[in-house]
Structure formats: C-alpha cells, structure tokens
T-cell receptor, first 110, second 112 residues
C-alpha cells in the first residue's frame, strides 16, 4: 500500500504558468521528499523537507509541509516545457524505506 | 561522480524463467534500495541493503530476492517469472549521512 497520495493525478498548464500539486500521507514522518520522473526513466530528487520545517525553496520550487494535516504541496513557478514529467512525494514511513505516492503527471504546453 | 548504473536496461523473458538484475551504486554509497514500478501499483519498495545486510523488505513474494556484495554492488533475482512481474525495476543508492536516494535509469522487464 502507498503512504502518500498526490492530487491532482494530472495537470496541464501553459508555459510560464505555475503548477501546484499536493501530497497527503498517513503516518508520522521524519521528512518528506519530492522526486521527478521523466517518461519512465529514473527518479530525480528535487527537494527534502524535514518534519520541523514548514516551507522550503529551491530555485523555482517551493515546498510546504503541514504535519498537523499530514500534507505537503509542491509549487513550480514559471513552468517550462522541460518541467513536463511525473512528480512523486515520498515519505520515510519506515526504517530504510521510502513510500511513494501515485504521482502527478504535469504537462507544460508551449 | 558517476551515477547509479543498472544493467541490463531492457529484458524480455518468458513465464517461468528467472532473471537477475544488477545495480552499481554511486561510489561511497553503502545503501542500495530496489523498487518495482508498474502502472497499476505505482512505485513499490522491494528491499534495502546496507553493508551486505538486508535491513528492510517490502511485501513481495519469496520469488523476489536480492543481495549486496562487499563493494556495495547489488543484484536482485526474480524466479519463476509471472506476467505481472513486467515492470520497471529501479535501484537507488544513498549515503549513510543523508536521506536522499539517487536513482538509476531502471531496468525494464517484459515477461511474455
């Protein structure tokens, strides 16, 4: 079973617009990570936010974490065609194991 | 540093056969994890190894096994293949000092 659930499942936006996706999880965590996957290839780590952090930025990425609601959001600002990918949240629900959500597929239209 | 490498990249097998997939972690990383990705089940954790010891295992049948060698390279084996084993198998390595996992490109297995 998956620890995290992303919402929406799919998102289509125009180049230059912002993309927001959400992740909800079930159990207590030490940290939450976001990964990107391009077209069935390996995952690329984007950002990690610890349970005692509320917001984190990295370039055009902004991640928030609300442990009381067991949810996180990923915002990509000023999207580009290269941002077209699937995005996954992952939690360390168990020792030495990441549990991934189902992912949000983002399509950026030129 | 070279990234995580996985071999082979593509594999076609028939039901009942067995398969061995290989993963070489980033130099210096001693933890290797394996995941199965399918359209229906998403990313599912298979197992994690650190210094040749399995520290955690996912909810998969005993047909799925793995091992890690002293140089941290890892292999996973699937015996008596079933059609449902068709998937992208991803390997990831991490350092003992950080939680980030670095993924390889995956091995795409097709079982006919």
């Amino acid at each position: 079973s998956q620890q995290g659930e992303e919402d929406p499942q799919a998102l289509s936006i125009q180049e230059g617009e912002n993309a927001t996706m959400n992740c909800s999880y079930k159990t207590s965590i030490n940290n939450l990570q976001w990964y990107r996957q391009n077209s069935g290839r390996g995952l690329v780590h984007l950002i990690l936010i610890r349970s005692n952090e509320r917001e984190k930025h990295s370039g055009r990425l902004r991640v928030t974490l609300d442990t009381s609601k067991k949810s996180s959001s990923l915002l990509i600002t000023a999207s580009r065609a290269a941002d077209t990918a699937s995005y996954f949240c992952a939690t360390d629900a168990d020792d030495y194991k990441l549990s991934f959500g189902a992912g949000t597929t983002v399509t950026v239209r030129a | 540093k070279a990234g995580v490498t996985q071999t082979p990249r593509y594999l076609i097998k028939t039901r009942g056969q067995q398969v061995t997939l290989s993963c070489s972690p980033i130099s210096g990383h001693r933890s290797v994890s394996w995941y199965q990705q399918t359209p229906g089940q998403g990313l599912q954790f298979l197992f994690e190894y650190f210094s040749e010891t399995q520290r955690n295992k996912g909810n998969f049948p005993g047909r799925f096994s793995g091992r890690q060698f002293s140089n941290s390279r890892s292999e996973m084996n699937v015996s008596t293949l079933e059609l449902g084993d068709s998937a992208l198998y991803l390997c990831a390595s991490s350092s003992e000092f950080e939680e980030t996992q670095y993924f390889g490109p995956g091995t795409r297995l097709l079982v006919l």
